[in-house]
Structures are given as C-alpha cells and as structure tokens.
C-alpha cells in the first residue's frame, strides 16, 4: 500500500509542476487546441513518470527468511489485535476523498439525465437538440444541447456557442480528465486545471462563435445578462460556465505570437531535474546479516560439488525447486511456529527477549532434522525454538536441476518480545 502512495504521491508532484507552469506560462496564450491538447497529454504523461528511473545503485544481494515473534503471553505477534499503520490511515483517506470526487461527478450526471429526459427533442444537423419550457441555463454534453425555449427563440447565438461545444467535442475532454481528479483529487492544483479546462473550452466556443459572423459586441453583451443567476454543471460544457472577465478579455486579445508555442519546451529540462531528486540512488550497501547466516549465503560450490549434490545438504538459495510447508513456503511454516511457541516463565519474568538465529536441514523425505541454534539469547528460549522447530510435520523436500529431492538448509530467525 506504501508503494501505491508514494506512486500517487509522486504523480501529484509532477502534475502540480506542469500545472503551475501552464498557469504562469501558457494560460493567457491564444493556441486553445494547443493548450487542451497540450494539458489532457501533460497530464496523462505526468502518471507515467513516476515509473521511469533515471538512477540506479548496484542490487544487494537478500535471502529469503521467514521470520516468526511471540510477545511476552506466549501469544504470536500475527494474531494479537490488528495494527494500522500510517499508511493505512493515509490509504482510508485518499480513497475516501477519491469516493467524494466521484460522488460529485455522479450526482452532476444524474441532474443531466434527469434534465434530458424531461426536454423536447429535436433531431438537428449534427447534434441532438432538447428544448425545455423552464427557463434554465443552456449547456451541452456529448452531442446532446440542452436549452429553454426562450434562449432558443430570443437569444440564436446560444445555440450556435453550444453547437461549437458539440463540434470540438469538448465533452471528451471532460472524460478524459475524470480519471486523473480522481487519482490526484488531493492536488488543489488539479482542481484549479480542471475549471481551466472548462475555460479553454468557453474560449473556442467563444472564437467559433465570432467566426459564424456574430457581431462580437452583442455577444459580449448577451453573455454580461447571461450572467446572473449561474448554475454550473460539473460534466457539462455550460455557455454561463465561465469566468466572464476572462472571456471578454480573451476575444479582445489579439492573437499570442506563434513562438510562444515552444515555451512548452522549457518544461521538460525541469521534469528530467524532478524526475532525477524523485528518484534517488539506492544504497550500494547490503544490509547486515548475522555472521553465520552470512557464511550460509557465501557458500560457492564447484561443478564437481554440484554433481554430488543429491548427497549433501544444499543451501536454499542453490536449490532449483524450494521446499513447501503444507502447500505454502518458508512464511507457512513461520505461521506454523507462531502457534506452537510459548515464551517460558522464567524468561518472560526476567524481562528477557531478543533474536534467534535457527539452522535445521528439511531432509530428502521432507523431514526437518539437525536442528542448531547458530546465536541464541538464554538457555530456556533457546531451547523452545529448538522443541517447537523438531516436532515440525513433514514437508514437501526440495529438488534439484536433475528433479531429484535433496536435503535443503535453512536459516529461520524467531523473535522473543515484551510487551
């Protein structure tokens, strides 16, 4: 789960990068289909990033061990009360607020529906047209414009700002940005670039309209009356939807010089140095194994060895098929040991505890024989790990490259602790 957060977390940090730079940089621009484009592909490679490493250390080598702990009752630490851990709470959070977000689209595509159904619908060149007797704002979705008689009777250009919504397909966008509110709602910058959005739609629905040939001074003005009495739909491209200072400005703007274009180029030498401090160089050195464990691992046999090895006890890194403990591996049996081990009095009431290193050899039959102990804590926890380790029952054994059964080592650490 701590990887999933680190993922999203990570995500948000790059997308709030870009956004900030297109707020800064690019949002008083007049390239519309750029900036949407430019926005919707940003955001989408913005998700990708975190995936991609430009650093990497030398791997140290691990061995798999199953690790097994009692507390001070005699009771396994696996079946005590559950523990949350941050991450945990952070995981509830984030999905809860992803729930929310989700909520809010869904209840705006419900108010939709509802208004679709309830309209008179016309078949237009294009587009489906739906015509309420209510006065309500106009706004479109999909290929579909709803808007009151009214509008359509007194006020043509409404319909042909909705039309130019339908014809840029500006409901794709919205879909498209759905998933990424809902990955990186947390992100106040997300929400900020998701009205941005909305506004770049209103300003190419605003220039189409111009180009139809509308006089650009009665839309302005139709728009200023227009402007009361807003109500917005979440999904829905809206002709009241947006900022109307913005909009105004923005059709008295002449058009951006065309190299502005390239600024987008300036952010890709700032997400190459994010994606680099993101992902820093693991450490080249290898955590600490306990000295006898670490002779275990270092064993290097030669090919002459390995031919004998269906005699001899083979490591349980060298094998080519591990042992299974009643159809799981070396975590069942740690699961297995949890049941059986009891913290002896005497230890527990000395306030003793510590870490165990075990050694024992699951045999060609599936046996487990010649249990050790390679570092102890105390004579009376020592010698539970080795009772509770000899009444082990039978295991499925290892095999070799050859498909013989071979006698295989383990290391098993157990953990004794007060609580």
Wanted: with cysteine; proline share 5%.
């Amino acid at each position: 789960m701590s990887a999933f957060l680190l993922y999203i977390g990570r995500c948000g940090l790059y997308l709030g990068l870009f956004y900030a730079f297109y707020l800064l940089v690019m949002r008083r621009t007049t390239f519309f289909r750029l900036n949407r484009a430019l926005l919707l592909t940003g955001s989408y490679l913005c998700l990708l990033l975190p995936l991609v490493r430009l650093r990497a250390g030398k791997a140290g080598s691990a061995m798999t061990s199953a690790l097994t702990m009692v507390d001070g009752e005699g009771v396994p630490v696996e079946t005590l009360a559950p523990h949350y851990s941050w991450a945990d709470v952070l995981l509830a959070l984030y999905l809860a607020g992803a729930a929310a977000t989700l909520a809010m689209y869904l209840v705006s595509a419900l108010k939709i529906g509802r208004l679709i159904r309830k309209g008179r619908v016309t078949a237009c060149d294009g587009f489906r047209l739906v015509v309420l007797e209510e006065d309500i704002p106009s706004f479109s979705w999909g290929r579909t414009v709803v808007m009151s008689e009214r509008d359509l009777r007194e006020n043509p250009a409404i319909l042909t700002h909705e039309q130019m919504h339908v014809n840029a397909r500006h409901s794709v966008d919205l879909l498209l940005f759905l998933p990424l509110h809902l990955l990186v709602w947390w992100n106040p910058l997300v929400w900020i670039t998701r009205e941005e959005l909305r506004l770049l739609h209103e300003y190419e629905a605003d220039e189409g309209v111009i180009q139809k040939g509308i006089d650009a001074t009665q839309y302005q003005l139709l728009l200023v009356r227009k402007a009361v009495g807003e109500h917005r739909f979440t999904l829905a491209s809206g002709f009241k939807h947006a900022n109307l200072k913005n909009r105004i400005s923005m059709m008295l703007k002449p058009t951006s010089n065309r190299w502005m274009r390239l600024a987008y180029l300036a952010l890709l030498p700032v997400l190459a140095v994010m994606m680099y401090a993101c992902n820093p160089k693991k450490a080249q050195k290898e955590e600490p194994i306990p000295e006898p464990v670490k002779e275990e691992v270092a064993v290097q046999l030669t090919p002459e060895q390995l031919e004998n090895m269906e005699k001899s006890s083979v490591p349980f890194q060298l094998v080519e098929t591990k042992p299974s403990f009643q159809g799981g591996d070396e975590n069942a049996f740690s699961r297995w040991v949890n049941t059986q081990l009891a913290y002896p009095e005497k230890a527990k009431a000395d306030g003793v505890q510590g870490r165990i290193i075990a050694q024992f050899t699951v045999d060609a039959e599936g046996y487990l024989r010649n249990v050790k102990i390679l570092r102890g804590v105390r004579e009376d926890l020592n010698n539970e790990v080795i009772r509770v380790l000899s009444a082990s029952p039978r295991w499925n054994p290892g095999i070799n490259a050859e498909g013989q059964t071979v006698p295989v080592t383990f290391t098993f650490p157990v953990f004794f602790t007060l609580r």
